[in-house]
Structure formats: structure tokens, C-alpha cells
């Protein structure tokens, strides 16, 4: 399984982000996996920011939940963040993961990254 994310890489402070992860080597609706997004601000460890699960479910992080929505495209075989009203506190490396349970811990493969800075 490869996941690629993709994405701008500059955001401007109040607009909203958004990032797609293009999965191969796996569909993602297979059962009984989670899609989740993960970021590492500069100087800090990674944070779970949300994930969709192979039936569309939902879920995320209580600190981010306001901000951030995940969609899928079943037929592009992609999920997709959203962040609204970002702000230079949103600068990190973006990262999408699978794996069989929402979080950090539980993933198996990851994508390389995205580095999102958020500057006017």
C-alpha cells in the first residue's frame, strides 16, 4: 500500500487548508481499516488530527474537531483534509496513514509527507 499526499504548500492566515491522500496498492474501503491524518509541527511530535474508516465514519481530535472536516472519493481512491481559519500554528509536515484503529500507534503505512506553512 503507498499513500501520496498532495496539496499547497503555503496557506495564507484565515483561509482554510486542504490536503488530499491518493491511496494505491489498496482500496480504502477495505475493511476494518482507519485513514487517518497526522501532522508534526516544527520542534514537536506528531498529532493526530482525524481519520475516516473504510465505512465513512468519522472521526477526531476534540482540539481540532471546529476546524477540521475528512471526506473520501471512493472511486479516486482518495481522502481528503480540511482545515478552516488556519493560523501560523497550523505550520507542520502533513501526513496521511492507514491503519486498524483511529490514532498514532496503530498505523502501518504512512505517506511521506507535506510540509504546509501557514504565512501572509
Known amino acids: 500500500v503507498q499513500l501520496q499526499e498532495s496539496g499547497p504548500g503555503l496557506v495564507k492566515p484565515s483561509q482554510t487548508l486542504s490536503l488530499t491522500c491518493t491511496v494505491s496498492g489498496g482500496s480504502i474501503t477495505m475493511s476494518s481499516y482507519y485513514w487517518s491524518w497526522i501532522r508534526q509541527p516544527p520542534g514537536k511530535g506528531l498529532e493526530w488530527m482525524g481519520a475516516i474508516s473504510s465505512s465513512g465514519a468519522t472521526a477526531y481530535s476534540p482540539s481540532l474537531k471546529s476546524r477540521t472536516s475528512i471526506s473520501r472519493d471512493t472511486f479516486k481512491n482518495q481522502f481528503t483534509l480540511q482545515v478552516t481559519s488556519v493560523t501560523p500554528e497550523d505550520t507542520a509536515v502533513y501526513y496521511c496513514?492507514?491503519?486498524?484503529?483511529?490514532?498514532?500507534?496503530?498505523?502501518?503505512?504512512r505517506g511521506q509527507g507535506t510540509q504546509v506553512t501557514v504565512s501572509s
Open positions: 496513514t492507514r491503519g486498524v484503529a483511529p490514532g498514532i500507534s496503530h498505523n502501518d503505512y
